[in-house]
T-cell receptor, first 112, second 113 residues
Framework: DQQVKQNSPSLSVQEGRISILNCDYT??????FLWYKKYPAEGPTFLIS?????DKNEDGRFTVFLNKSAKHLSLHIVPSQPGDSAVYFC???????????FGPGTSLSVIP | DTGVSQDPRHKITKRGQNVTFRCDPI?????LYWYRQTLGQGPEFLTY????????KSRLLSDRFSAERPKGSFSTLEIQRTEQGDSAMYLC???????????FGQGTRLTVV
């Protein structure tokens, strides 16, 4: 039973445009949500997080939106750059000290 | 630098052999996690330590798998009698007190032939 879902296995975006990566979750006990980025042959790198008490968190070109009623979050990257090409994992925790549950990932390709 | 080192980076072993991986987090990371990732999937949780105490183990962690974290510093993950299905990337992640995010090491790629 997958608790964190990313229904788009891949996404292609033109350089300079907005990338929107979506994520849905099923467990209403999740209170923290995170996005990780992964390049081939490397471990995932933390990108941005959001607590369930917020609906938006912004860090430079990256913004995460959380719709708790819909159990949905999204990551916006503006403007997209070729270096953003990677696999992006959505993840969730019940508490800040709990294990992190990952989605299957979305492979983003930013085309120059 | 995430402050989490894993050794070795790659391991090729014959089916039936035992293998051991090591994870070294910096001292500020009191929480330590082991994950396994196969191609096309997200990391799957295996086990979790708070200091030296192993707080949770996934059902994925069969009897052939054992993890330790003596003295709450480095951790080892041992797989006994390896099977081809054990071939995967084994990731260690660590977080400090009060941090919500876990920082990953670069992983150990295991290939069982």
């Amino acid at each position: 039973d997958q608790q964190v879902k990313q229904n788009s296995p891949s996404l292609s975006v033109q350089e300079g445009r907005i990338s929107i990566l979506n994520c849905d979750y099923t467990n209403s006990m999740f209170d923290y949500f995170l996005w990780y980025k992964k390049y081939p042959a490397e471990g995932p790198t933390f990108l941005i997080s959001i607590s369930s008490i917020k609906d938006k968190n912004e860090d430079g070109r990256f913004t995460v939106f959380l719709n708790k009623s819909a159990k949905h979050l999204s990551l916006h990257i503006v403007p997209s750059q070729p270096g953003d090409s990677a696999v992006y994992f959505c993840a969730a925790q019940k508490t800040s000290y709990d294990k992190v549950i990952f989605g299957p990932g979305t492979s983003l390709s930013v085309i120059p | 630098d995430t402050g989490v080192s894993q050794d070795p980076r790659h391991k090729i072993t014959k089916r039936g052999q035992n293998v051991t991986f090591r994870c070294d987090p910096i001292s500020e990371h009191n929480r330590l996690y082991w994950y396994r990732q196969t191609l096309g999937q997200g990391p799957e949780f295996l086990t979790y330590f708070q200091n030296e105490a192993q707080l949770e183990k996934s059902r994925l962690l069969s009897d052939r798998f054992s993890a330790e974290r003596p003295k709450g510093s480095f951790s080892t993950l041992e797989i006994q009698r390896t099977e081809q299905g054990d071939s995967a990337m084994y990731l260690c992640a660590a977080g400090g007190f009060g941090n919500t995010e876990a920082f990953f090491g670069q992983g150990t790629r295991l290939t069982v032939v």
